[in-house]
């Protein structure tokens, strides 16, 4: 969800009179559509209870959670804001600063680089780090799993039941994470919500010149629930991708491509093809919401064949060693106060 303030002025008094535009990236048939496209091509090595039927519903419905939160208080929103989206300019710059690749360790040293500039994340957006974020915890989230999926197995008595009541939960709470986590990838294949040209050219250098009409809602909205379908993003979806790299550098890539479609978006609504229902801009749609459920499924199956190894619980313990039978987790995992 993205929010942008407009303020015109009345005539009689100069009265400012502040209009709020909200526009969803996508909406709730595109995010449902992500969501439910990743889950129906899930490979098998992925655990069971995140594929079949009910998993593809419940992600349809939890990818659009992130988008439904919006209303909960002023301080709660404002902090989530930018979450959706990240301002690059037509040099592929945030906000004219840096390079997206030019990634910062945390949000808080990305923050402290716009600042410095005269800007700031709550304009420039953080969505690459919505996306790593969500990445690193469903990994952890999958860690956990493996290791009580482990030791039902081995463990007796009150320890078993203990392990399978957490592993239960800990898979409600990767649907949920998982959902969130979607919503923040769905978003990355929505070209206005990685471009400063995110309603409207705007007041920029325009040698194409492509409209200034507040296009964000009526493409990702109203255009995709009329025309956008599951089987045509089934049909449009592109094959897996191992891009034997690191989760920063594939978030990187992928709001680049994603990026590089904003010229073309605009070229299509100033000669009328949305308005038209024109099959260019159906395929274009379709094409884009495809690639948020591809790369939705490629990030999942790389977070979870990360999670073989690494460590969980404290005192922490190596996922490999559990899994080989030469640690035991209990207190670890149980909690050591």
């Known amino acids: 969800m993205r929010h942008r303030l407009f303020v015109t002025l009345a005539a009689a008094g100069l009265i400012g009179a502040i209009a709020v535009t909200q526009a969803l990236a996508w909406g709730a048939s595109g995010h449902r559509l992500v969501g439910q496209l990743a889950v129906e091509v899930l490979p098998a090595e992925i655990p069971a209870f995140l594929r079949g039927k009910k998993a593809v519903a419940a992600m349809g419905e939890l990818a659009r959670e992130p988008d439904r939160w919006k209303g909960a208080g002023k301080l709660h929103d404002a902090d989530r804001e930018g979450a959706h989206f990240v301002d690059l300019d037509d040099a592929g710059l945030v906000m004219g600063v840096m390079p997206l690749a030019d990634l910062k360790a945390t949000r808080a040293d990305y923050e402290k680089a716009l600042q410095t500039a005269g800007t700031d994340g709550w304009k420039a957006g953080w969505l690459q780090y919505s996306i790593i974020d969500g990445y690193q915890q469903l990994t952890m989230d999958f860690r956990y799993w493996r290791v009580l999926t482990a030791m039902e197995k081995r463990a007796k008595g009150q320890q078993k039941a203990w392990y399978k009541a957490d592993r239960l939960r800990r898979e409600q709470l990767i649907l949920r994470d998982m959902g969130e986590f979607a919503h923040y990838v769905g978003d990355g294949s929505q070209p206005l919500h990685t471009s400063i040209h995110y309603n409207g050219w705007g007041d920029f250098p325009n040698p194409g010149g492509y409209t200034n009409d507040r296009i964000h809602g009526p493409f990702e909205g109203e255009f995709v629930a009329r025309n956008v379908t ?108």
């Open 230 to 337: 599951l089987a045509g993003a089934r049909a449009a979806l592109p094959a897996p991708r191992d891009c034997a790299c690191t989760i920063e550098q594939r978030t990187v890539a992928y709001l680049g491509r994603t990026n590089a479609e904003t010229g073309p978006l605009y070229a299509m609504w100033t000669q009328g093809a949305f308005k038209a229902n024109d099959a260019r801009a159906v395929d274009f749609t379709t094409r884009r919401v495809a690639e948020g459920g591809a790369e939705l499924r490629d990030m999942v199956v790389m977070a979870w064949r990360e999670s073989a190894t690494g460590k969980i619980g404290w005192p922490a313990v190596a996922v490999e060693d559990v899994a080989a039978g030469k640690a035991d987790p209990w207190t670890s995992l149980l909690g050591k106060d």
